[in-house]
């Protein structure tokens, strides 16, 4: 009764829309954060590209035999319309079903892992990471304390000074050491492509591989109590040698500060006599 084959149409149609709208689809992905400010964040970048233009193809077969069907099994004689015969099962489309799908997990399970263990994706790994990049050891320890409501900085290598601001060096490996003082908290600085936990008690190892020079936005990001939405600051990554100098100011301005901290720690625990009751 319906000389149209209406499979090959929709296969075809489904075809043509992917090979147009994924290469789109992928490109447009590069423009979206976190951007090409460290490796790490060009690195999710290129992840957000490879999972876009994955499921393009998998959205538009939803989509347009979606429409499709609108359009050509439409009935259009209201008294005409009865149920039609039940499906009880297709083995083609069933085998498809699960080879397409099996092979789209397990290829994004070893996709994930490898870019994971390739640079530890800027997110935090706990004290232990697994996911280090090679030169690991040459990282620039950074110390990020989070409190309410705001975050200090400490860099052990530099006489263990603590500042109020942060900057780091343009390429070099960073290593943050994220904690916290009181509540748990999250260190979110998105151009850097880091998001790691700070909770009191843990010391959080994120590593970040800076590029260029430029300015990010650091944000708390893990509702931890009134002014939790005004926990945020600038941070920047600036030449080799403005850190340098940046470093030794912070150094002579807060030595006087310093001197009365407790000596650097993988994490503190705060003094009770100054915590509120
Ligand atoms: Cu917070």
Redesign the pocket.
Known sequence: MNEVNHFRRVVVIWLVSSVILTPIVVLAAQGIPPGDGTVQAAGQTTDNGVLLGLSTPVALAVVVFFIYSLIAFRERDAAAVLDGPPVRGHAGVQLWWIVTTTTIVLFLAGYGTVRMLSDGAGGGQGPNPIAKPTSSAAALPVQVI?QQ?KFTFRFPTYGGVETNHLEIPANRLIAFHVTSLDVI?SFWAYQLGVKADANPGVDNIAYVQTKNPLTFNIH?A?L?GVW?GY?FDTGAVVSGPQFASWIAQQRARFAPATKLLPPYAKQYFPDPQHRGG
Do not use: N, P, V
Request: charge should be negative; aromatic fraction near 12%.
């Open positions: 989070a409501w908290h708390c893990e931890c939790h926990m």
